[in-house]
């Protein structure tokens, strides 16, 4: 009767293992991109609605201290910056189109802060994870600063991705958890009159 039950229990161990394999591979096609824009409750619904992208999640990233809180990020002591780390799919979307989204967001001339937010806590900036999307970082800002649509230099800083810190549960996706409060809030800052006036019908949120 043991002989019997090897056999079915040898087959059990190798789906699991043939399950965990396949979950690890799937992991493994996937690729980070990490952005600032400003306040990240504004960063969050422009890469999570696009075909491609699994997750985007607020947080922290390019200061020194570890396991920032928002009260110690937001009063400008700790040197990071709100951010978003989206997790995509490079089979179906590639991150030149994220950077292209990502320009659409924010004012990339503005070296004091975004909006109605000020302090370089809520710079715009572009942490790149490999040498790929530092590259094409660079050939995106070159190009978007080419096409003469801004009359000031682009500021936005494209640097190493240091640790990223996510934010506490209740920033995860706010303009969902509590729509009213983000309304007023984004209709109140400014982004949205300013990124109508640059990019008119060829915006993309």
């Given at each position: 009767?043991?002989?019997?039950?090897?056999?079915?229990?040898?087959?059990?161990?190798?789906?699991?293992?043939?399950?965990?394999?396949?979950?690890?591979?799937?992991?493994?096609?996937?690729?980070?991109?990490?952005?600032?824009?400003?306040?990240?409750?504004?960063?969050?619904?422009?890469?999570?609605?696009?075909?491609?992208?699994?997750?985007?999640?607020?947080?922290?990233?390019?200061?020194?201290?570890?396991?920032?809180?928002?009260?110690?990020?937001?009063?400008?002591?700790?040197?990071?910056?709100?951010?978003?780390?989206?997790?995509?799919?490079?089979?179906?979307?590639?991150?030149?189109?994220l950077l292209d989204v990502l320009w659409m967001q924010i004012d990339?001339?503005?070296?004091?802060?975004?909006?109605?937010?000020?302090?370089?806590?809520?710079?715009?900036?572009?942490?790149?994870?490999?040498?790929?999307?530092?590259?094409?970082?660079?050939?995106?800002?070159?190009?978007?600063?080419?096409?003469?649509?801004?009359?000031?230099?682009?500021?936005?800083?494209?640097?190493?991705?240091?640790?990223?810190?996510?934010?506490?549960?209740?920033?995860?996706?706010?303009?969902?958890?509590?729509?009213?409060?983000?309304?007023?809030?984004?209709?109140?800052?400014?982004?949205?009159?300013?990124?109508?006036?640059?990019?008119?019908?060829?915006?993309?949120?």
């Open positions: 009767m043991k002989r019997l039950l090897v056999l079915p229990l040898l087959l059990l161990l190798g789906s699991a293992g043939l399950a965990e394999e396949k979950m690890m591979e799937k992991q493994q096609m996937t690729e980070r991109a990490i952005f600032a824009g400003g306040c990240f409750w504004c960063m969050e619904h422009p890469f999570e609605k696009l075909d491609g992208v699994i997750s985007v999640t607020s947080g922290y990233i390019g200061g020194e201290q570890k396991n920032p809180t928002y009260q110690q990020v937001s009063a400008g002591g700790t040197g990071h910056a709100e951010a978003v780390e989206i997790v995509f799919d490079p089979a179906v979307i590639g991150y030149s189109e990339p001339t503005d070296a004091g802060g975004q909006f109605v937010d000020r302090g370089s806590q809520y710079r715009s900036g572009i942490f790149y994870v490999n040498e790929e999307q530092r590259l094409l970082a660079e050939e995106s800002k070159q190009r978007l600063a080419a096409t003469g649509r801004y009359s000031q230099p682009l500021v936005t800083e494209i640097v190493p991705a240091t640790t990223f810190y996510p934010a506490e549960a209740y920033h995860q996706d706010y303009y969902k958890e509590n729509p009213l409060r983000y309304y007023f809030y984004r209709s109140g800052s400014g982004r949205d009159h300013y990124l109508d006036k640059v990019w008119g019908e060829e915006r993309k949120d």
